[in-house]
C-alpha cells in the first residue's frame, strides 16, 4: 500500500508432521504444497480428536520467545499448519442503512494433518448465525464457537468438521463499525448524491468482514456474489465488468490465487473511463475526467514496468478513486488498485503514487510477503521499483527528486523511532502492525536494494529482479526465504561485489549501514543555498524564483526550514506564496507542519479544515502528533471529535492512539 499506515501481520505455520515442514521452511513447504496435498483425504485415519475446548485454546499464537520465528504469523488465530483454505465463495448484501454485509462465506479447505482439530478461523466483530460443513455440497450444521477477544487480532471462530470435511458455508453480518469497512454518507462523497462503502483489508482487517484464514501465507481464488442497492455498482479485486447492468446483482471471479489482504470490495455511483488498452478507471462520474487525465500515463508504466521486470500477470490493470477519507494514499487491489484523490493534483505531480500501486503487481500481490514481519519485501521492492518505473516515464530528474525525497523520509523515520523498529525484519509480536507503521520498511528496503544495484550494476540487477519475479510468483516467502534466494544467486555471481554480512546487517541491524548510498538530487541542493540567504535575510521571499518549481521542490524547501524561523519570516513566506491557501495537499502540508510547530494563527482555519477533509493519516498522524507536541492538545481533540464521523475506522484508531494515549 502507499505510504500511510501500513503495515502488518502474521500465520501460522503450515506443515508440521504431514508435510515435514520446519518454522524456517515456510515457504519451501508452500512450493510443496500441491504435490503434498495431492494426497486424497480418504486415507487420513478417521479416528480425529473430539472437540472440547481445551484443545482450542492452546492454538493461539505464540508471543513470547525471544525472537520471532521465521514464518510464523502472529496475526492470526488460524490453524495453518492443520487445514488451508484455498477457495472463497461470497454472497453478500450490502445493507447501506444499517450499514453492515450481511451473507456467506464458503470455504474450500485442504487437509493438511491425519488428525480432526477444529477449524480456526480470523474473525472480527462478526455476527456468525450458523455453519454448515461437509464434503462437496452435502454439507451439515456444525457445532461452532467463538474464541477470546484479543485487542489486536479480534475473535478466533472454532468450527467442529465432520470427518473429511473439505467445505465450510459461514453465515454472518458485519458489524457497523467493521474495522476494514467503510461506509459513507452521501455529503462525504463527491457527488454529494449516493452512499459510497470500500474495504480496506491490509494488514488484518479481512476478517473484520469475512471469515477466513487472515494471513498472508494463505492465498485462495474466490468468486463472489455482491447484492447493491439498483443505481450503485460493485466493484471488486477481480475480473471487473464496466459494462456490467446496474440491477443490483454484480458476479465477480479472481482466478488467481491471492492473500487475504487483497480482497477489496468497492460500491458507489461508479462510472468507467478507459485509459488504455489494459488500464482504465472507475470512479464517480464527478471526478472521472480529472482522473482519467491525471493519471493517463499509466499504460506506459504498465508497459515500462513489464519491459523491465517480466509480464503484467494479471490481465487489467484499473484504479477505482476513492472519496477523500480513505485512510491510505491507495491500496494495491490486484486488478483494481485503490486510489486517493488527494493526488489528483492537476499536474500529474503526485503520480508516484500510481506507479508504486502498479509495482505491487510484481512485488506483493504476485511475491507476497510470508507474514507482517516480512512487509519490507513487499513495500522495499517496490518502493525500489517505482522510482524506476519514474525514471522510466518521466526522465532522471523526477527519479532523483523521488529518490531524494524517499532518503529524507527515511532520515525522519529513524530520528522518530527506536532501534527495534528499524529494522526491517520487524518484531510486531504483540502490536497491532497498523500501529507500527513507518517509512522504514519501505525506504530502507528500497535504500538497500539500490545498494545492491549500484554493487553489481543495474543491467545484471535487473536481470536478478526479472528471475525473482519469475522464481517466487504467487508464492508468499519470508526473508529468510530471500536471503537463501540471494545466496544461490546474486551472491554466489558477484562474490567480489557483495558482502554478506552486510546484507544481514541491512535486514536485521537497526539504522542504516556505514557508506550506505544517499541519493540526493541538484534540483533540490541547488534550493539549500537559497533557502539560507532567505534565512539569513539576504534576500527577500519574493526575490526566489519558484515558477519551475514542482511540488517535490517546494515540500524540500518547506521540509529543510529550521526551528528558529521569525513570525515575520512566516508571514512573509505566506503572503508571497499563499501557503496557506495551497491546493496542492503535499505542500499544504508542510506548511501547516510549520505552522503548528510555529503557532501560526493565520493558518489555522485551514489547518482545521484540512484534518477535517482529507482521510489520509500520511497527513494526519504528523499533524495531530506535531500538535500534542506543541501545547495544542484541545484544540487537536476538538478537531478530532469533529472529524471523527468521516474518519476512516483505521484513522481514528491509529490518531486516537496519539491524541488520547491507549
Ligand atoms: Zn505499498
Given at each position: ?32 504444497e500441491?504435490a ?73 479447505i ?22 454448515r ?86 492465498r ?36 488467481q ?5 487483497l ?44 519491459e ?32 486517493t ?65 524517499g ?5 525522519a ?119 539560507e ?17 514542482t ?35 503535499e ?11 510555529k ?26 502528533r ?30 486516537s ?6
Open positions: 500500500m502507499l505510504p500511510q499506515l501500513f503495515t502488518p501481520n502474521l500465520g501460522r505455520l503450515i506443515g508440521a508432521g504431514l508435510l515435514a515442514c520446519s518454522l524456517v521452511t515456510l515457504s519451501a513447504c508452500s512450493r510443496n500441491d503434498a496435498n495431492s494426497e486424497s483425504t480418504a486415507d487420513i485415519p478417521q479416528s480425529a480428536t473430539e472437540y472440547t475446548p481445551e484443545n482450542l485454546e492452546k492454538d493461539t499464537p505464540l508471543a513470547d520467545s525471544a525472537e520471532p520465528e521465521s514464518g510464523v504469523d502472529y496475526h492470526s488465530f488460524a490453524n495453518t499448519n492443520d487445514y488451508r483454505v484455498k477457495h472463497l465463495d461470497l454472497d453478500l448484501t450490502a445493507d447501506f442503512d444499517n450499514k453492515v454485509l450481511k451473507g456467506e462465506a464458503i470455504l474450500d485442504k487437509r493438511q494433518t491425519a488428525k480432526n482439530p477444529p477449524l480456526i478461523l480470523d474473525t472480527r466483530e462478526l455476527d456468525v448465525t450458523a455453519v460443513a461437509g464434503i462437496g455440497d452435502s454439507l451439515q450444521p456444525v457445532k461452532f464457537s467463538m474464541g477470546k477477544k484479543d485487542p489486536h487480532l479480534g475473535t478466533p471462530l472454532k468450527i467442529q468438521l465432520p470427518k473429511g470435511a473439505n467445505r465450510v458455508a459461514i453465515q454472518y453480518q458485519t458489524s457497523p463499525g467493521a474495522s476494514g469497512v467503510q461506509w459513507l454518507e452521501p455529503q462525504q462523497t463527491a457527488g454529494k448524491k449516493h452512499p459510497f462503502l470500500f474495504t480496506q483489508a491490509q494488514a488484518i482487517h479481512a476478517r473484520s468482514f469475512i471469515p477466513l484464514q487472515d494471513s498472508p501465507q494463505v485462495m481464488t474466490y468468486e463472489a456474489t455482491i447484492r447493491t442497492p439498483q443505481e450503485l455498482r460493485a466493484v471488486m479485486s477481480a475480473n471487473n465488468d464496466p459494462e456490467a447492468e446496474l440491477d443490483g446483482v454484480f458476479e465477480f471471479e479472481m482466478s490465487a491471492i492473500p487475504s489482504y480482497i477489496a470490495i468497492g460500491i458507489g455511483n461508479l462510472d468507467f473511463k478507459a485509459m488504455g488498452e489494459r488500464t482504465g478507471v472507475y470512479a464517480e462520474p464527478e471526478l472521472l475526467e480529472a482522473s482519467a487525465k491525471e493519471f493517463e500515463d499509466t499504460e506506459s508504466m504498465l508497459e515500462v514496468t513489464e523491465n521486470f517480466g509480464p503484467y500477470r494479471w490481465d487489467r490493470y484499473d484504479l477505482l478513486i476513492l472519496p477523500p477519507s480513505f485512510p491510505n494514499g491507495a491500496m494495491e487491489n490486484p486488478r483494481l488498485s485503490f486510489i484523490p488527494t493526488v489528483i493534483a492537476g499536474d500529474k505531480s503526485l503520480v508516484a503514487l500510481i506507479a508504486h500501486e502498479l509495482a505491487h503487481s510484481w512485488s506483493g500481490n504476485l511475491i507476497t510477503n510470508a507474514s507482517w514481519r516480512d512487509l519490507w519485501l513487499n513495500e522495499g521492492f517496490t518502493t525500489y521499483l517505482t522510482n524506476r518505473i519514474m525514471q522510466f516515464v518521466y526522465g532522471d530528474k523526477r527519479y532523483q527528486m523521488e529518490m531524494a525525497l532518503y529524507d523520509d527515511l532520515k523515520d529513524l530520528d522518530d523511532h527506536e532501534d527495534k523498529d528499524e529494522i526491517m525484519a520487524i518484531d510486531l509480536r504483540g502490536r497491532d502492525p497498523d500501529e507500527v507503521f513507518s517509512y522504514i520498511p519501505y525506504e530502507k528496503g528500497s535504500l538497500f536494494l539500490y545498494e545492491l544495484e549500484q554493487n553489481v550494476g543495474r543491467e545484471n540487477f535487473d536481470k536478478f529482479l526479472m528471475e525473482y519475479f519469475n522464481h517466487f510468483a504467487f508464492q508468499s516467502i519470508t526473508t529468510e526465504d530471500f536471503v537463501k534466494y540471494l545466496d544461490e544467486t546474486l551472491l554466489k555471481q558477484y562474490p567480489d561485489q557483495l558482502d554478506r554480512a552486510r546484507i544481514q546487517e541491512w535486514i536485521f541491524e537497526p539504522g542504516i549501514p556505514e557508506g550506505a548510498p544517499h541519493p540526493q538530487s541538484d534540483a533540490f541542493t541547488k534550493l539549500d543555498p537559497v533557502r540567504q532567505w534565512l539569513n535575510g539576504e534576500i527577500k521571499a519574493g526575490d526566489i524564483d519558484t515558477k519551475d518549481w511540488f517535490h521542490q517546494w515540500k524540500y524547501f518547506l521540509d529543510g526550514i529550521p526551528e528558529k524561523l521569525s513570525e515575520d519570516q512566516l508571514q512573509e513566506l505566506d503572503e508571497t506564496f499563499d501557503l496557506t491557501q495551497s491546493k496542492s495537499n505542500i499544504a502540508f508542510s506548511w501547516l507542519m510549520i505552522a503548528v510547530r503557532d501560526y494563527e493565520p493558518a489555522n482555519a485551514r489547518l482545521e479544515d484540512f484534518l477535517v477533509s482529507i482521510g489520509r493519516n500520511k497527513f494526519l498522524r504528523p499533524l495531530y506535531n500538535m500534542m507536541e506543541n501545547g495544542k492538545t484541545d484544540e487537536a481533540k476538538r478537531i478530532f471529535e469533529k472529524a471523527k464521523p468521516g474518519y476512516h475506522p483505521l484513522t481514528v484508531k491509529v490518531n492512539k496519539i491524541i488520547y494515549g491507549d
